[in-house]
């Protein structure tokens, strides 16, 4: 199967600070990537799509400024968690399609202090 | 619309033992339903999928029964071992629309006792 990668895989920052997540696919090419952000004990839940070359879509109450999305080339799409504070703290997950699956990063855990 | 219910929340089962557990979702344009594993910490993985063209697929110890009048499908999971121990979601989605975006179910955590 295809291999997605995550960048970190866990990172600790100070509340107020901004933080960037990386999603690469590494063996395929991916116009459309998902992240997904997951609490503990509880399901994925969608946050945005990133499509290469365009604006990503954000789901409802998910806000764009705070969680800035970047698709600049086929393999590579970044979650820059903006202004970063002790609620935002969660498993992020990314996730992109080949041929009819969608294959899963590792995740990073994001720790806001 | 867009919900995929799933149960059980969680599932103890002896080794050897098979587990299961359910899902029922409401849009029937979904047209692929998929499983995936996902171990403290980690992403998901692919476990199994099913189109709604066949009723049931099988791979190995992993068993999807789908039935598309009911609107339900399932995951049978043979000969449970305790490496089997994590959580199961069950999703779906509908080709062509949004990159193909996947609804997911609530989770069920399985836990195999040795």
């Known amino acids: 199967g295809a291999v997605v990668s995550q960048h970190p895989s866990r990172v600790i920052c100070k509340s107020g600070t901004s933080v960037k997540i990386e999603c690469r696919s590494l063996d395929f090419q991916a116009t459309t990537m998902f992240w997904y952000r997951q609490f503990p004990k509880q399901s994925l839940m969608l946050m945005a799509t990133s499509n290469e070359g365009s604006k990503a879509t954000y789901e409802q109450g998910v806000e764009k400024d705070k969680f800035l999305i970047n698709h600049a080339s086929l393999t590579l799409s970044t979650l820059t968690v903006t202004s970063a504070h002790p609620e935002d703290s969660s498993f992020y997950i990314c996730?992109?399609?080949?041929?009819?699956?969608?294959?899963f990063g590792p995740g990073t855990r994001l720790l806001v202090l | 619309q867009q919900q995929v219910k799933q149960s059980p929340q969680s599932l103890i089962v002896q080794k050897g033992g098979i587990s299961i557990i359910n899902c029922a979702y409401e849009n029937t344009a979904f047209d692929y339903f998929p499983w995936y594993q996902q171990f403290p910490g980690k992403g998901p993985a692919l476990l199994i999928a099913i189109r709604p063209d066949v009723s049931e697929k099988k791979e190995g110890r992993f068993t999807i029964s789908f039935n598309k009048s009911a609107k339900q499908f399932s995951l049978h999971i043979m000969d449970s071992q305790p490496g089997d121990s994590a959580t199961y979601f069950c999703?779906?989605?509908?080709?062509?629309?949004?990159?193909?975006?996947?609804?997911f179910g609530e989770g069920t955590q399985l836990t195999v006792n040795p």
């Open positions: 999703a779906a989605s509908k080709d062509g629309t949004s990159g193909s975006r996947l609804t």
């Open positions: 996730s992109s399609r080949w041929t009819e699956t969608q294959y």
